[in-house]
């Protein structure tokens, strides 16, 4: 137990999918695991364990934003022994050429957070993903042809800008595929705790060309990501 989590040890596996929305986490334990049962209710922050193809897998719900990401991703490292984090999500396009549906994979991620800036003193700490997870989810991606995108993401702690589009231009210039609000904080503590982590978002609305997914493209987008996020989160 530890004060955002009700699970006990042992109920999360080794591997974790960590969806921001508590809805998406039930939606991939109920429509993906073998099995699944609810692990974690608290502040209806869900986290279920189940299988896929036979290995254990666990999802659990981190919240919008990196601060409350922090929290449930610290209390898995210490708390219930989480050794593989697979952020999946959505993100806004920052460059033309990343449609609507197209999947992005953070190599790395910039970001405005404090968390991160303020840990390096003068030095600006690059979050990366780890390098065996992303090989191995651009190469499943693109047998599968699945269109990917695998770069620069943007973690924000700020959804609405006052300045709109100009608050990226930098980073757009400095090709930025995409904004989302976790990423960076997510590789920060798999660095600093040892983990291995890795982000996969859908691109559901471009900031850039203002193309914005239907329902029933955001759901086969979703499917895709979940189904590749599994694959890789359990090696299957
Ligand atoms: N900003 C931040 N996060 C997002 C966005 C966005 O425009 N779209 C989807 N996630």
């Not at 991160?116 to 693109?142: C, I, K, M, Q, S």
Request: aromatic share 8%; hydrophobic share 45%.
């Amino acid at each position: 137990m530890t004060p955002h989590n009700e699970a006990k040890p042992g109920d999360y596996a080794e591997a974790i999918l960590l969806p921001g929305d508590p809805l998406r986490a039930k939606w991939i334990a109920e429509t993906f695991f073998e099995a699944p049962r609810q692990v974690n209710g608290v502040r209806g922050c869900f986290g279920y364990t189940g299988t896929w193809k036979g290995k254990p897998v666990s999802v659990q719900a981190t919240g919008m934003g990196q601060p409350t990401l922090a929290i449930y991703v610290h209390e898995l490292i210490h708390s219930y022994g989480m050794k593989v984090a697979i952020r999946v999500g959505t993100c806004g396009g920052l460059a033309e050429k990343v449609k609507v549906r197209d999947l992005v994979i953070a190599q790395g991620a910039s970001t405005d957070s404090g968390i991160v800036r303020e840990a390096f003193g003068p030095y600006g700490f690059a979050p990366l993903a780890d390098f065996g997870l992303l090989r191995d989810a651009v190469a499943r991606a693109e047998a599968a042809g699945l269109p990917v995108h695998v770069g620069n993401m943007v973690s924000s702690d700020i959804f609405y800008h006052a300045d709109g589009l100009k608050a990226y231009a930098a980073l757009i210039a400095h090709g930025a595929l995409a904004v989302e609000m976790e990423c960076a904080v997510l590789y920060l503590l798999a660095a600093r705790f040892g983990i291995r982590a890795l982000t996969i978002c859908a691109m559901t609305d471009s900031l850039v060309t203002h193309e914005e997914l239907s329902a029933a493209d955001r759901q086969s987008s979703l499917i895709d990501m979940a189904t590749l996020a599994l694959d890789v989160a359990v090696g299957a």
